[in-house]
């Protein structure tokens, strides 16, 4: 193999494969935890440049980190090429359109790496602990103001997952991406490869210790908290603690619906408070 093709193979392969595991965690494909694993390809070549060159300028490994925000986005736009013509407003334009989005939102990953580098050679800080914080802000950003693209979250990766998702009770919607980069930053710092600051064996294996408790505890809590609730039948009927107020005998709680559509059918002769209110409704 040429030495300039292998060459252009390493230094594009992370974006690859960071873009192909990202992608992977979404539909249709879904592959359970490759979430977790997405950045570590870039988070490696990050933190080889460096440790070779803290002063260096971003714009090299810059590239690599739109490229895979690119692929990534342009991956997941797929469901947009089975639109019919008629619900898609100028068939002409959708694939120009399309590159134009991947392309703009390839930006905010442009952003994470220059924030990344930048504060990382500034304050010495491992990449670990500023990963989820940097990823969160990001996401959030990316996902306000008029031209607000809320595609690719890592959060929505889990939505397949309901027990992963009770802790955002506390922490909000935001928590899971922070999760996700926490477990990813964790994980990043057990495998460091570069020989510069190598970790000693013992701390190694405690960093991918705790990536492995801060993946396992979420999922712990809110198995826990699934498995206390009451199933919708005992909820229906009053146990557990649901309903909170009680309902006319003829205000059947399992159909409300019905009870909405059919008004007439639940009032009382003589009644004068409107059959929706008496149910609830």
Avoid at 12 to 28: C, G, I, Q, R, Y
Avoid at 245 to 264: F, G, I, K, M, T
Wanted: hydrophobic fraction near 45%.
């Amino acid at each position: 193999m040429p030495a300039k093709l292998r060459g252009m193979i390493r230094f594009w392969s992370p974006s690859v494969l960071t873009a192909l595991l990202l992608w992977v965690s979404f539909p249709p494909l879904r592959i359970p935890g490759a979430i977790f694993l997405g950045w570590l390809p870039l988070l490696r070549h990050l933190q080889e440049d460096l440790d070779r060159s803290p002063a260096a300028p971003p714009a090299r490994l810059g590239r690599r980190f739109w490229t895979a925000g690119f692929l990534f986005y342009g991956g997941i736009f797929y469901w947009i090429l089975n639109l019919s013509n008629e619900q898609v407003t100028i068939p002409g334009l959708m694939i120009p359109c399309l590159l134009l989005m991947a392309a703009y939102l390839g930006l905010f990953y442009l952003l994470l790496y220059g924030v990344l580098r930048r504060t990382a050679a500034g304050t010495g800080l491992p990449l670990g602990l500023l990963f989820p914080i940097y990823l969160t802000l990001i996401e959030w950003l990316k996902s306000i103001g008029p031209l607000a693209l809320p595609w690719g979250i890592p959060g929505y990766a889990l939505a397949r997952f309901p027990a992963a998702l009770q802790f955002t009770a506390v922490t909000g919607f935001w928590g899971l991406t922070f999760w996700i980069g926490g477990v990813t930053g964790l994980l990043h710092e057990g495998l460091r490869f570069h020989s510069r600051s190598s970790h000693p064996a013992r701390r190694r294996s405690i960093l991918l210790a705790g990536a492995v408790l801060f993946l396992a505890l979420p999922f712990l809590q809110g198995s826990l908290r699934l498995g206390r609730a009451p199933s919708p039948e005992a909820a229906l009927r009053g146990e557990g603690g649901a309903p909170d107020r009680d309902y006319p005998a003829e205000c059947d709680p399992r159909d409300q619906v019905a009870a909405r559509r059919r008004p007439s059918e639940l009032g009382t002769v003589g009644s004068d408070q409107p059959a929706g209110d008496r149910c609830g409704g």
